[in-house]
């Protein structure tokens, strides 16, 4: 359904307009006192408006491709962040989180959005797959601006949020792999497949799994575990982002 | 037997097995979309008979060493999960102690899975035209008919799905539509609509699937989301 009668350069206007908005709202979030504050939160209503509007024009879940996947995944990374700046008392974590979810908002400018869908995408699992997946990603993102939150100041306790942090997202990321396999299972009989992309996304679990584990060991604790924290991330930005443009992960069959 | 139980359920012993598995999978990524011709066929056979099959160390020891890994961490996560749970038991938080060994049962289903799957699974994809008969794995008897598309604009396919005729014995038994996220379960067998060709004549590509670690995989799916709920409801009601 389109939206607005508009020319392909209307529409890509109307696209560029409608992340910048949320993400300069983002980034006067960084002003002292409530009005950052306010700010900050016009910026998460605009950026909801922006994915339901977007909705609206395609008819569907605005998740299936990189576009609507990061922007949806910088709109969870502004809750957390937001959970953890007025539940938490992490009132300086902006500094950190602001101009990174800012720079995702400015990243998903940079793929082009595509209206149509394949039928294999037409499935509720793959929606949960994708859904769980970009909140464990704002988990890890989160998590990570949490780590240099503690790297750059030392207090333990923010270590130790940065911990629940990860273990939250690595939980959340667990579900969307289980329903992703129950999706690639219903669409194709099988599901593992020998490629770049799984082996990468295998790959970062098994990295949190190694994070989680190695949190406990003495001698691991504190510094070390708060840059595995934020190596982890490196690590999942790379299985998304690195994984078939530096390492290919060639279309296969399926 | 005492060396090898520490040994098993020491934290750095799971820290290095992630660790050389997480080295393993980086090489196999590196490996695989270099030498995509011999590993074409990798995803259509189950793969321990692919592996005895293909032959070539050289280019499948990651493959190998990370299955090697997996069958080690999974000694570890039966190790830590008895001793998880002897201890978990005598404490107040009952759900925040024993979600984790929870996620662990999951994660050892999960495995059992892929073994399965890997080494007595069945696999094939055939095409089959319209009109035409066609008999798979020497049991399944299937007739195609009706094979309809949908395009958009620029012509591309947006949707597909075809009738088949299920035969026993030369007798039809069922009829049913299949259409791609629509599999049509058999006895043991799934059938899942590959893609669609409608030049020179209309025809459908099926994956016929029997796999029995599918179930076992799911199972530790559920388990492996159970826990991790309950150790957040667990972390939470603290």
Known sequence: MALFELSEEGRSLLTIFLILIPTALYIMGLME?????WLFLSGIFFHILSIVLRGVEIGRIPLTEKHDNISFMALVMAFVYWYFYSRQGLKNLGIVALPLLSIFMFVSLAFKPI?????????PWFYLHIFFYFIGYAFFGISACIGVYYLL????EYELLQYKGIIHGWIVFSISLVAGSIWFFVAYGTYWL???????????????????????????RGRPAAVLGILGFAVALFAYFGVGTVIPSPPTQF | MKA????????KTAFWLFFVFIVFAFIGSVVLPNNLAFFS?????????????????????????MILMLALLAVSTIFCTIDGTIKGLNSRNLILKLSPQVMHLGVLFIMLGHLLTASIGFKTDMRIKEGEKKVVAGEIELYLE????????QGYYTDWEAKLWWFENGEKVKEEVLRPVHPLYFGQFGLYFKSVSIEPEPSALIRVCRDPGALWALIGGVFLSI???GFVYGRFSA
């Open chain 2, 146 to 153: 009706d094979v309809k598309v949908q395009t958009d604009k």
């Open chain 2, 4 to 11: 090898i139980a520490r040994f098993f359920l020491s934290l």
């Open chain 1, 33 to 37: 006192g409530k009005k950052g504050y």
């Open chain 1, 194 to 220: 020998w490629t770049s992309k799984e082996l990468w996304t295998t790959l970062v679990w098994f990295y949190y799994g190694l994070y989680l584990h190695a949190r406990f060991i003495r001698g691991l």
């Open chain 2, 41 to 65: 066929g990798i995803d259509d056979t189950p793969l321990f008979r692919w592996l005895s099959d293909s032959g070539n160390l050289k280019l499948t020891w990651w493959i190998y060493a």
């Open chain 1, 115 to 123: 209206n149509t869908i394949s039928p294999f995408l037409k499935s």
């Open chain 2, 227 to 229: 826990g991790g709920l």
């Open chain 1, 153 to 156: 100041n030392g207090k333990g």
